[in-house]
């Protein structure tokens, strides 16, 4: 099972970027899709999440308005916009059984990408 994230890279502040997963090994329509990022020196924390079962998206307090997740069939994208020096961070992407709803609170993730490098300069 993998998941396989790209489109990361270096932008200017109020840029935009699209990030991408693509999973392959099992079929994922069960699982909920989305992403997390980890900046220097700081803990992993939520960024998006859409759910498997109804396309439900709940994002971050600090991307909302900014960043757009959407979903086909087992590639997740994270539309990203008007980028901020704060938004550097590894991303990752993640694939959980558990309710979307759930993932804020959620450290682990059933299945992990290796992450991709978002770096907003300002």
């Known amino acids: 099972v993998q998941l396989v994230e790209s489109g990361g890279g270096l932008v200017e502040a109020g840029g935009s970027l699209r990030l991408s997963c693509a999973a392959s090994?099992?079929?994922?329509?069960?699982?909920?899709m989305g992403w997390f990022r980890q900046a220097p020196g700081k803990e992993r924390e939520f960024v998006a999440v859409?759910?498997?079962?109804?396309?439900s998206t709940y994002y971050a307090d600090s991307v909302k308005g900014r960043f757009t997740i959407s979903r086909a069939g087992d590639t997740v994208f994270l539309q990203m916009n008007s980028l901020k020096p704060e938004d550097t961070a590894v991303y990752y992407c993640?694939?959980?059984?558990?309710?979307?709803?759930?993932?804020?609170?959620?450290?682990?993730?059933?299945?992990w990408g290796k992450g991709t490098l978002v770096t907003v300069s300002s």
């Open positions: 859409i759910s498997w079962s109804d396309g």
């Open positions: 993640g694939a959980d059984a558990l309710p979307a709803y759930t993932w804020p609170t959620l450290f682990g993730m059933d299945y």
């Open positions: 090994g099992r079929t994922f329509t069960s699982y909920s």
